[in-house]
C-alpha cells in the first residue's frame, strides 16, 4: 500500500481537523479484494478508482481527516496529521498491509500555510479490538509539520518582551515619580491579560499548561512583582521616618525583580506542560 499526497488544507488547529487530497495504491501478489477499506481517523469526501484490476486498484481521494494534537509545546509546536486505513472486515489472519516505499510521498507543491514540512513517514501496525477479539492491520501515513519559528515568535513572544521592557524601565523611575511607575505597571498587567486571552483564542481547552501559557504566568509574575514594588513605595513615601525603607524597596526591586524574572521564565521552558 502507498499513499502519494497531492494537497493538505484546511487545518484548523481548534478542531485538529483537515482535509487531504492524494492517491492510493494497492497492490497484491496474486487477485484478491482490496477496495473494501476504511479511514480510521475521518470519512472520504470522494473516491475515484483510477485502475482497477485483479492485483492493483489505484485510487484518487478526497478525505476529511482529524487527529488529537499535542498542544504543549505551542506556539513552538508539531504535529504528526496522519492517514490510517484498515479493512472494513478482514483481520490479520486474512489481510496484512505491506508498506510500499516506491509508493509513498509527497508532492513539492504541498504548502500549509503557516506551517513547515518536515516530512513523512509510513508503516503498519496492528490494532486490536479487544472487545470483539479481533485484531486489524492498520496502515499509517503520516505528515509532520512544524510551525515556522521566526513566526512564532515575532507573534507571540515579541510582544511580551515589550510588555517587560516597559516593566523594567518603570523600576527606573524615582520614588518621587511612583504615581507614573504605577500608571504604566497597571496598564502594562492589563495589556498582557488581553493578549493572553487573544493568544490562546486559536487553540481549544486542553487539561494542560500550554508553552504560552507557561511563559505567560512568568510575565504575570514579573509584572505583578513590579507592581507591588512601586505600591509599597506609595505606602511608605507618606510617612517621613520611612524614607530609609522607600529607598530601599526601590533599590533592592531595581536589582532583584530582573534575576527573579529570568528565574520565572527559565522555569517556563524547562518545566514540563
Keep these: 500500500m502507498g499513499v502519494y499526497v497531492l494537497n ?36 472520504a469526501a470522494t473516491v475515484d478508482k483510477l485502475i482497477d484490476t485483479p492485483t492493483e ?3 484518487r481521494i478526497q478525505a476529511n481527516l482529524s487527529q488529537n494534537l499535542d498542544l504543549r509545546r505551542y506556539p513552538f509546536d508539531e504535529h504528526l496529521l496522519t492517514i490510517e486505513i484498515e479493512d472494513k472486515r478482514r483481520t490479520v489472519e486474512e489481510l496484512v498491509y505491506v508498506v510500499d516505499k516506491k509508493a509513498c510521498g509527497v508532492d513539492p507543491s504541498v504548502i500549509v500555510v ?12 496492528t ?26 515568535v515575532i507573534k507571540s513572544f515579541l510582544p511580551i518582551a515589550c510588555m517587560l521592557l516597559v516593566g523594567f524601565l518603570s523600576l527606573l523611575l524615582t520614588p518621587d515619580k511612583v504615581t507614573t ?48 514594588s512601586g505600591v509599597a513605595i506609595l505606602r511608605w513615601s507618606e510617612r517621613e521616618d520611612k524614607k530609609a ?10 536589582g532583584v525583580i530582573p534575576v527573579l524574572a529570568l528565574l520565572f521564565y527559565a522555569l517556563a521552558f524547562v518545566l514540563p506542560g
Design 8 to 43: 493538505l488544507g484546511k487545518f484548523e488547529l481548534a478542531t485538529g481537523a483537515y482535509t487531504v487530497d492524494f492517491y492510493l495504491s494497492l497492490r497484491a501478489e496474486k487477485p484478491v479484494a482490496m477496495d473494501d477499506f476504511e479511514f480510521m481517523n475521518g470519512r
Design 57 to 59: 486498484k489505484f485510487f
Design 114 to 125: 503557516g506551517w513547515r514540512l518536515k516530512g513523512w513517514e509510513a508503516r503498519v501496525v
Design 127 to 152: 490494532h486490536e479490538y479487544e472487545v470483539y477479539g479481533e485484531t486489524y492491520s492498520r496502515f499509517v501515513f503520516g505528515l509532520r509539520i512544524q510551525r515556522v519559528t521566526l513566526n512564532a
Design 181 to 228: 511607575r504605577l500608571s504604566l505597571n497597571i496598564s502594562t498587567l492589563l495589556g498582557a491579560v488581553m493578549f493572553h486571552v487573544n493568544l490562546t483564542s486559536s487553540i481549544p481547552p486542553v487539561g494542560y499548561l500550554t508553552l504560552a501559557d507557561r511563559v505567560m504566568i512568568a510575565t504575570y509574575l514579573s509584572l505583578v512583582l513590579i507592581l507591588l
Design 245 to 254: 525603607w522607600v529607598t530601599r524597596i526601590y533599590h533592592q526591586a531595581l
